[in-house]
């Protein structure tokens, strides 16, 4: 049984504030843009957002995912609660929390990543797919939107930048395992760019 109450009656701030005080290790759904379950920790939430260290299916920490409050639709206790904080700790897992992340809003969120990671997943919001993914370096924060220099699957930059508007982002990762390798064999980005309109085609 969960040792979580159902946040229905509550709010989700409530709720997970509440995982994240306890160290629960919970899942989260966002229904209609992403079919399946986000695993891991609570970091930090703020009025708006949620910070969460994502748990990996061979028990690993693996980066760090901010999502919207408003699009959280269930939540719960990790039904696998015992084998996954048995399993982190076998494997030598400990939560270290980035210190002083600021979820104020997307535009403070890419900003804390990026100081963390050399580049961050830009997941935006996509009628068809749910989210569209586009990994890149962080090359500036505006107004209404974000800059980002991507990287292709294949580690190749793209030689301009795009924008894209926070009113359409899904949610933001930084510091997984997929993106540090991606990072490690594109190597720094080099030349000069130009910016362009938001692209169509996902990072991967």
Do not use: C
């Amino acid at each position: 049984m969960s040792n979580i109450v159902q946040f229905k009656a509550r709010g989700p701030r409530a709720y997970l504030r509440e995982a994240q005080e306890g160290r629960i290790p919970v899942r989260v759904k966002r229904e209609g843009i992403d079919p399946g379950w986000v695993h891991g920790f609570i970091v930090d939430v703020s009025a708006e957002y949620a910070l969460i260290a994502e748990v990996s299916d061979s028990m690993h920490f693996d980066g760090y995912l901010v999502v919207a409050l408003a699009d959280v639709s269930h939540a719960e206790e990790d039904p696998s609660r015992e084998f996954v904080e048995k399993a982190l700790a076998i494997n030598g897992e400990v939560l270290v929390p980035p210190s002083e992340f600021r979820l104020d809003d997307w535009g403070t969120i890419a900003r804390a990543a990026a100081a963390l990671a050399p580049v961050i997943a830009v997941n935006m919001l996509d009628e068809e797919t749910g989210e569209a993914s586009y990994i890149g370096k962080l090359e500036g924060v505006g107004s209404e939107a974000l800059t980002l220099r991507e990287i292709d699957p294949n580690a190749r930059w793209y030689p301009d930048t795009g924008e894209y508007e926070y009113g359409e982002i899904g949610s933001i990762g930084f510091g997984t395992a997929y993106m540090r390798t991606l990072y490690r064999v594109a190597g720094e980005p080099g030349g000069p760019t130009e910016p362009r309109v938001i692209r169509t085609d996902p990072a991967r």
